[in-house]
């Protein structure tokens, strides 16, 4: 297994490399400071705003995938063996606008301060690079996260729906062959940095993982680092010690047997929610809403699990569908119900010397209906989550598993809302529903903080009881948005 001290990423067609990094300096930094490319900006530092955007370039089956990434809690050596695209790369070597460029430009109104507008060129980049065709869907999906205070997006939106015209052979397209050539060369490299009193490894294979793993128990586990870059950026907290997970192929697939669907721990969100569609079409509706494509690419379901936020907005779905999780250590493998793997706020039963595998995702073959509720419709963080799991047999619910987030330290199953509706009748009559409201207050005494009262909580949770089996009544969604 060959290995490097040094990242190693390919720009402008060579690779470059970093020695002696900071593993806990991010990308947008590192590119700002270190490279003195500072047409990308830095606004929240926390993933939200897409000022920071940029594009990485990944090898699979010889083909490059290419990926938006919030650069601003994107740590630096993650982009190892990777492509990396700054707003900077777009124009070729004889000064000629790329095409998503040239779009912003003939749309005067798409940018006013234009401190947002780097973010908003990548993010056109992406959609230029991934689909051969742009509709209002596309746009939205893709460029939710890009925030701008100035122009009203009209602009913005007429650019993009203008790469409908464009021809898709750009320089980036012109030079494959030589970027894949490059990125095979460093593909195959585990990183290994000891810099700056601190440790951080990217292993390539599980036997690999689980030899760094007996000799660095205490090290920080991480993915998509959607949350941990927080930590890095607002917090402001040094992590001495990181095993960076989703360097490992071997964790990012996905696979059906006749009971489970089976989702490798690195499997990113995006990959995800395609495939669930044909399954549980709520949960891929919920998680487009779960945050921009940017985090998307990178987060992952094992992610959300290991750091058992109770706003983890997978979290209600996945305990209403019953799903477990598969924990590995050096020579054992167990599986955990999910509904038994958090203890508390934040803490679980990983212990040290672990790793999340897989989560086993059952097939169910009722009804699944998940609920987000929150202050913006898309890229924000949940006041209240719930997934409602149903199975009705002669007009009797047969089988219920409710679970709510956002209402007690951890995501949690609603056991009395299911003692009520178990065995009723469809559809439920009015006095069964207030029955089920009132069960709300002996599962949960939610909590009061920035994002919602502990009343208001209480009060939603109820109406979404209410709400889930009016639209099973109907047999319609029920929603202002779509």
Do not use: W
């Not at 990434?69 to 492509?83: A, E, G, R, V």
């Not at 596309?138 to 701008?148: L, Q, V």
């Not at 009262?453 to 639209?471: D, P, Q, T």
């Amino acid at each position: 297994m060959p290995t490097s001290d040094t990242i190693k990423f390919i720009r402008e067609g060579q690779i470059h490399e970093v020695k002696n990094a900071d593993s806990n300096e991010t990308v947008l930094n590192y590119v700002r400071t270190k490279l003195k490319k500072t047409g990308s900006k830095e606004s929240c530092a926390s993933g939200d705003c897409s000022s920071c955007l940029m594009v990485l370039g990944e090898l699979k089956n010889n083909k490059i995938n290419y990926k938006t990434i919030n650069s601003c809690i994107s740590l630096l050596p993650t982009i190892h063996s990777k492509q990396l695209i700054i707003i900077e790369d777009l124009v070729d070597k004889n000064g000629n606008l790329h095409p998503v460029q040239s779009a912003m430009l003939k749309n005067p109104s798409s940018t006013q301060c234009g401190f947002c507008t780097p973010g908003v060129t990548m993010s056109l980049f992406g959609i230029f690079k991934n689909y051969s065709k742009v509709n209002d869907e596309t746009i939205k999906s893709n460029m939710e996260g890009n925030i701008c205070r100035c122009t009203g997006y009209k602009g913005i939106i007429q650019a993009a729906k203008s790469l409908n015209n464009k021809n898709r052979i750009d320089h980036f397209a012109r030079g494959k062959k030589n970027t894949i050539r490059l990125l095979k060369k460093i593909n195959n490299e585990s990183l290994v940095i000891y810099s700056k009193g601190k440790r951080f490894f990217a292993p390539k294979y599980v036997t690999e993982l689980k030899k760094i793993l007996k000799k660095n128990k205490d090290a920080k586990l991480i993915g998509g680092q959607t949350d941990v870059g927080l930590m890095v950026t607002q917090e402001e907290k040094e992590i001495d010690n990181m095993i960076y997970l989703s360097s490992i192929s071997e964790l990012n697939y996905i696979k059906t047997t006749k009971k489970y669907i089976e989702v490798g721990s690195q499997t990113p969100l995006t990959d995800f929610e395609f495939f669930i569609e044909k399954y549980y079409p709520d949960f891929t509706r919920m998680l487009k809403r779960y945050g921009s494509v940017g985090i998307r690419n990178f987060g992952t379901l094992a992610g959300n699990i290991q750091t058992a936020s109770p706003i983890g907005d997978s979290l209600p779905a996945l305990l209403a569908l019953e799903a477990k999780v598969v924990l590995k250590s050096i020579k054992k493998t167990k599986i955990v119900p999910l509904d038994n793997f958090f203890i508390g706020y934040r803490k679980t039963k990983l212990k040290k010397g672990q790793f999340i595998s897989a989560i086993l995702i059952p097939l169910h073959k009722g009804i699944l209906k998940i609920y987000k509720i929150s202050k913006r419709y898309g890229d924000d963080i949940s006041s209240v989550c719930a997934a409602f799991n149903i199975e009705i047999k002669d007009k009797k619910i047969k089988f219920i598993k409710l679970a709510f987030g956002g209402m007690a330290a951890v995501p949690k199953i609603a056991s009395a809302v299911e003692k009520v509706l178990l065995n009723s009748p469809v559809p439920i009559t009015e006095q069964k529903i207030n029955k089920a409201r009132q069960a709300i207050d002996i599962d949960f005494k939610a909590i009061s903080d920035m994002r919602a009262s502990g009343k208001y909580r209480m009060e939603v949770a109820k109406n979404l009881i209410e709400k889930c089996f009016l639209e099973i009544k109907h047999e319609k969604r029920i929603s202002v948005y779509d």
